[in-house]
């Protein structure tokens, strides 16, 4: 069986940041990567709830940008999350990613679809504390991102 693409990724090279995962004709998938892989504290699970709903919020609220968002979720592994959009310039998609960020790590509040159990499966396990950590802590790391910086770093064995 052929090995998918995120697999051939080298997990002992990456480190936090932001990276070009794929283009699928129009669409483009983003790697936002919080975790250096394999190395604990991995996200806790409802620190990632949270700013799977305030994220997604804020990028389906995105004048310009909300009409080409196709997704944003969580990694299985805990280290991050992928973003899916459209049609989008780099430039554009790492801007809004360190304004999502420095916005969740001030987020005051109500979290969207967080108030009731009809909005969500899970609408009791949220951290907006733990999210404004990581989300602040991950801005930082976006501080200087450029388009340059989106490519994975290389392989140890190559």
């Known amino acids: 069986m052929e090995k ?13 940041g932001l990276y070009l995962s794929r283009v699928d004709g129009d669409i483009t998938t ?29 990028a389906r609220n995105e004048t ?9 979720g969580p990694m299985g592994c805990r280290t991050g999350f992928y973003f899916l959009v459209r049609d989008s310039r780099h430039e554009e998609v790492i801007g809004f990613v360190r304004r999502a960020m420095e916005q969740i790590a001030r987020w005051e509040g109500v979290i969207p ?28 790391v976006l501080a200087d991102w450029t388009p340059e910086c989106l490519v994975y770093p290389k392989a140890t064995n190559e």
């Open 4 to 16: 998918i693409a995120s697999f051939t990724i080298d997990h002992d090279v990456l480190t936090p």
């Open 30 to 58: 983003y790697d936002l990567r919080f975790v250096k892989p394999n190395v604990p504290p991995y996200l806790p699970n409802p620190v990632m709830h949270t700013i799977e709903h305030l994220f997604a919020t804020l």
């Open 113 to 140: 679809g967080a108030e009731h159990s009809w909005e969500c499966g899970n609408y009791r396990e949220h951290d907006l504390a733990g999210a404004r950590t990581w989300a602040a802590s991950y801005a930082k």
């Open 64 to 72: 310009g940008l909300k009409e080409r968002v196709i997704y944003f």
